[in-house]
């Protein structure tokens, strides 16, 4: 089990720019595969980005591809979400997740541990 909590989020103008953080404790981290979802309000949970262990290979659906950017730091037991561009209809609660058997999908239940959810808000 790998516990996560995400930081980072807040308010910014449309076009602008965040980072949101996700910070792991669990022995598996390393060998997870790591993914960016979100939910805006009223609306179905959506994938937005994972980073898997074995290759560090990365996959983006094409509503965010080119504006957001996912890294790890396995040293500090973290992944990232570079967010650039920014638009209103990024608005939502940005969860992270890690899935045990590295599959780097974006798929919600292949992933088993998540975290509490950030609140990123695009607005003028």
């Known amino acids: 089990q790998v516990q996560l909590v995400e930081s980072g989020g807040g308010l910014v103008q449309p076009g602008g720019s965040l980072r949101l953080s996700c910070t792991a404790s669990?022995?598996?981290?390393?060998?997870?595969?790591m993914g960016w979802f979100r939910q805006p309000p009223g609306k179905e949970r959506e994938f937005v980005a994972t980073i898997r262990s074995s290759d560090g290979s990365t996959s983006y659906p094409d509503s965010v591809k080119g504006r957001f950017t996912i890294s790890r730091d396995n040293a500090k037991n973290t992944v990232y979400l570079q967010m650039n561009s920014l638009k209103p209809e990024d608005t939502a609660v940005y969860l992270c997740a890690a899935d045990r058997w590295d599959r780097g999908s974006g798929v919600g239940w292949h992933y088993d541990s998540w975290g509490q959810g950030t609140q990123v808000t695009v607005s003028s």
């Open positions: 669990g022995r598996t981290f390393g060998r997870s595969a």
